[in-house]
């Protein structure tokens, strides 16, 4: 090729790159590694037990350490928590009714933020009355669940994140952490 041949053509390619107005692109989301979905039966002397998350830390909830068996899962390489409290139901504990209407009311306070709230009643595998709410928009949990026997045991765990980040970006995490929760609850089993 010749010198005459190649600054022709260069010429052309920077004037035919000229011109069109410039748009810039938004930001990306960071990409997030999801886990595989692995699970070790839970270790301690807890009134339940479950399938536990692998990519979970099992931690004492600092909230109230009176309670031995509140914990968190805690998803560290995501910087979320679910935060589990069991109370003992019946001439132990606390009247189920009072308990159902406190978690309810629970998930009640995020109506202010949150765009809908979308409950499910189903029956777990060993026969216990289980709630999962799904709240969405900038609410500060987006997944709670309880499950109850309705005379002995009563569990109720809640999705936090430790970010401001908004909810859409975090929708894959949620989803993971979504499915680990439901395996939990279908594996659960009150031990007293």
């Known amino acids: 090729m ?21 748009l810039p692109r938004p930001m990306g989301y960071n990409r997030i590694d999801l886990p595989k979905h692995d699970f070790e039966m839970l270790e ?3 009134p339940y037990s479950f399938d536990s ?21 805690n998803y560290r390489k995501f910087g979320a928590k679910v935060h589990l409290t069991y109370l003992p139901l019946g001439s132990k504990g606390g009247d189920v009714k009072m308990v159902l209407n406190d978690a309810i009311n629970l ?6 933020k949150a765009y809908g709230i979308e409950e499910s009643v189903f029956l777990t595998p060993k ?10 928009g900038e609410v500060p949990t ?13 569990l109720r765990g809640a999705l936090y994140f430790n970010t401001a980040m908004k ?26």
């Open 167 to 192: 909810n859409d970006s975090l929708a894959p995490v949620i989803e993971h952490v979504k499915v680990d929760m439901m395996h939990l609850i279908n594996t659960l089993e009150f031990v007293k």
């Open 44 to 46: 301690g002397n807890y």
């Open 53 to 73: 998350p692998i990519a979970a830390q099992i931690e004492q909830d600092s909230f109230n350490l009176e309670q031995s068996a509140w914990i968190n899962l």
């Open 127 to 136: 026969g216990y009355t289980g709630v999962v709410a799904e709240l969405s």
């Open 2 to 22: 010749s010198l005459k041949n190649f600054v022709f053509i260069l010429a052309l390619l920077i004037i035919s790159s000229c011109g069109g107005d410039y």
């Open 142 to 154: 987006q997944f709670q669940f309880f499950v109850t026997d309705s005379t002995k045991n009563f």
């Open 107 to 112: 998930t009640a306070k995020h109506q202010i």
